[in-house]
């Protein structure tokens, strides 16, 4: 009976032979079935790569689509037993494209295996692999050396590739290396010891990973559990659900709620198969408290020395999305149970992954490694990620099309308002509001270049002006000349740009001013995050829907002569993207109606909103 | 009761942190039980992750009408014992049309099966759906997901899927998107039934050894359940001692020759094994990659 469950990552390259490894050890601890066998023996004639032989890798290479590519495509989980365990297998794939499915896999991993093809040695795909096995704390790691029958069963090569393997450990962090010469297709040193290399007298991969204890954290930690779910069926019961993060807790001991400090003591841990002395690690509780205090998911109860409120975090971020990280972005933020907004403060280094040094950037692509500062809309309770996974460990989400886009490591942490106070002043923005006999409001046009969005502006402000109204306007344009004069048109760039249009908007709203933007504002993640600048209902995106082509035919500025005759890169609707609104307050065709008609549309779409009286 | 095996305990605490999961981040969960040992042990978890209250979202059977009257009678007993409430859907136009596996083949999967299915996720509206599936039964559901997108039309595109890290279940959705949620994904078949047994938990009569008639067809045995069975020239149904090892509707479940017939005989059975659960189910064997290509349709 198995006594214990190990979870293992599995990386290796395409032709390291990992699918064969795993297809091998899944087959020789018997969790192949025989009708399964037999279709692999038709499979082996039809997609084979061993000649005359069953190919194992096909076990493994799930989808339909890689099975024809011959290449794996995402992480996978494999599972098996022997006598003394069970296993978790999470196999992923070794090309650099797909860095974020190993570090997927890396996330729930104890321990992990690196394929090293004897006849290559190490390459730049094995730095990278244990960097990533090492970012993501496994402290464990076999290093499998393959096709030890293509070198001839040779000792030396085997024990230069583990002496070059060691020499990167002190770029890697610590790891436990235990190397083991293998060859996956015939078993050698995966199940049993092989003839062919005496020299090799250490224990085979399945009995390595049979003993292996994981170095995890030490058990005397203090209590943590992020509360997962109010469990309230009736006004007799409020109990807080959640799963031991770390340390022991017992009836009577006294938790904190890390977000508001304030404490109760436990006084019932219950579950469905009765009431619990103690509770620990990994086990999921129901707790009872003593009284009533304000507790909610994504709160973490937890004893002294509590978690640190976060603020800001500074983290290691690996980037996996098509469309790069810019400082400026904002995204959900999940961590533990929490979910709050996220905006990219700075991004100051790329870890290059194949030489194992930083390199100074201001973005990150698909699949890179950085350093990137978050600040964050509420605060946060979290530990560094080298101390806890779960209160260490978050993603980041894409607030519109919902995708999980970036994995983070906190290194960091700058506790939420020590350095920065937030002075909160006796007259605020409703007083301000109220002598200006108005609602502020932010009246944000976007569209194309030449599309019309500065001319209605300017003559929906007249009309304020002339019904005594108080505004403000920000032109795009204008402001480059003062505010963002540093800013040139890159992706980045332009996050940056907007970010500061949308604060300055802000504070015109708090002096009570209904502002008005003309700004092409491309994207809809900027057009967001300048929205969650303001309140609910202070912000009216104004969508001015004019056609490139009549844009191109106005051109006022000349601008689409020059973007067209390539003088002027990253023109909006020529090479560069734009969004258009999905879902606009208020949309104005331009060639349905001339601005004076669109300008009253404006003015009473605010009388509507109870804006202007 | 027997002891609980140490990595049992870690899968049940996976499993009821991510039933917990749903019940915080879904406005409208549902729990699709399809009554056999799976759903048994999906619910038996449910009821654990809630306790003391009951499981904040209900249970819907998609009814072919083709279903063994031993599971009906089960779905109605474990409903009442526990105090669920239970949706019920059958494909109103298969019915009408006579849609039967007798006579439609694949096609009765489809219409009854996959077709009623997203019938009935749309008509109820619901954002997540709970299901029962295990990784080890498929290649193809090796690389599935806990919280596994559907997009519009329940659709399933394998490339599009959300990394999933740690233990941070992404429950956002984008208009027209639904979720499908496997808490049973690192199970296999033995720790269901070494966790049936350990647990004390109710399973379908069916899974164990009873005289049944029986005919052979294309050397695998179908029970016959009701006076629905249509016989072949010469069949005779013949009395043997046979159980499930997998529960779908009746004629295309195929039973085993086996004698087991308490839980500590089926796991016994379980570790010594050389089948694969799914070889008795018939559909999955229509053509290569068929698991996969229903998923893709919307399939569980």
Known sequence: MPDSLLRVLTCGSVDDGKSTLIGRLLFEC?????????????????????????DYALLVDGLAAEREQGVTIDVAYRFFETPVRRFILADSPGHQQYTRNMVTGASTSDFAILLIDARKGILAQTRRH????????????????????LVGFDQAVFDGIVAGFHALLDRLGPLNVTAIPVVARDGDNVTRPSTNMPWYTGATLLATLERA????????????????????????????????????????????????????????????????????????????????????????????PIPALAGQIDAWVVWMDETPLFRGRAYQFMLGTKSVVGTITDITNRLDVDTLTEVAVRELALNEIGRVSISLSHPVACEVYTESRTLGGFVLVDRLTRNTVGAGMVTAIKAARSDVYWHRMDVGKDARALLNGQKPAVLWFTGLSGAGKSTIANLVEKQLLAMGRHSMTLDGDNVRHGLNRDLGFSEA????????????????????????????????????????????????????????????????????QKADSGQLRNFTGVDAPYEAPLDPEIRLPTLEGSPEVLAAKVIDALRERGIIG | ????????????????????????????????????????VLLHLARKAFFPAKPPFPLLHIDTTWKFRDMIVFRDKTVQQFGFELRKHTNPDGLRDGINPFDHGSAYTQ?????????????????????????????????????????????????????????????????????????????TELDVWTYVLAEGIDVVPLYFAAPRPTVMRDGQIIVVDDDRMRFLPGEKPETKLVRFRSLGCYPLSAAVD???????????????????ERAGRLIDQDQDSSMEKKKREGYF
């Open chain 2, 111 to 187: 219409i009854m099966k996959t077709d009623a299915l997203k019938q009935a996720l749309t008509i109820g509206k619901y954002d997540f759906a709970i299901g029962g599936a295990r990784r080890d039964e498929e290649r193809s559901r090796a690389k599935e997901r806990v919280f596994s997108v559907r997009g519009p039309g329940h659709t399933w595109e394998p490339k599009r899927q959300r990394p999933e890290l740690w233990h941070l279940y992404n429950g956002n959705l984008a208009p027209g998107e639904t979720l499908r949620v496997f808490p049973l994904s690192n199970w």
């Open chain 1, 130 to 149: 244990a960097a990533i096995v090492s970012l993501l704390g496994i402290r464990d790691v076999v290093l499998a050396v393959n096709k030890m029958d």
């Open chain 2, 1 to 40: 009761m027997t002891m609980r095996p140490a990595h049992l305990k870690a899968l049940e605490a996976e499993s009821i942190h991510i039933l917990r999961e749903v019940a915080a981040q879904a406005a409208n969960p549902v729990l699709l039980y399809s009554i056999g040992k799976d759903s048994s």
């Open chain 1, 30 to 54: 018997g969790s192949i079935p025989d009708d399964v066998l037999v279709a692999l023996e038709r499979d082996s004639r039809r997609f084979g790569t061993v000649e005359g032989g069953t």
């Open chain 2, 258 to 276: 086996s004698p087991a017939a308490t839980l500590e005989d089926i796991v016994a059975e379980m570790r010594s094994t050389r089948v694969s």
């Open chain 1, 493 to 560: 760039d332009r996050v940056e740009n907007i970010r500061r249009i949308a604060e300055v908007s802000k504070l015109f709203v708090e002096a009570g001013l209904i502002v008005l933007v003309s700004f092409i504002s491309p994207y809809r993640n900027e057009r967001m995050l300048a929205r969650d600048c303001v309140e609910e209902g202070e912000f009216l995106e104004i969508y001015v829907d004019t056609p490139v082509d009549e844009c191109r035919r106005r051109d006022p500025k000349g601008l689409y």
């Open chain 1, 213 to 304: 204890e994981p170095t995890l954290r030490p058990l005397d930690v203090p209590f943590r559990m992020p509360v997962q779910y109010v469990n309230r069926p009736d006004h007799t019961f409020r109990g807080y659900a959640g799963t031991v993060e770390a340390g022991t807790i017992k009836p009577g001991d006294t938790v904190i709620n890390t977000t508001s400090r304030v404490e109760a003591k436990i006084a019932q841990i219950v579950t469905m198969d009765g009431d619990l002395a103690t509770a620990g690690r990994d086990e999921p509780v129901t707790l009872v408290l003593d009284r009533e205090i304000d507790v909610s998911r994504g709160d973490v109860l937890a004893v002294e």
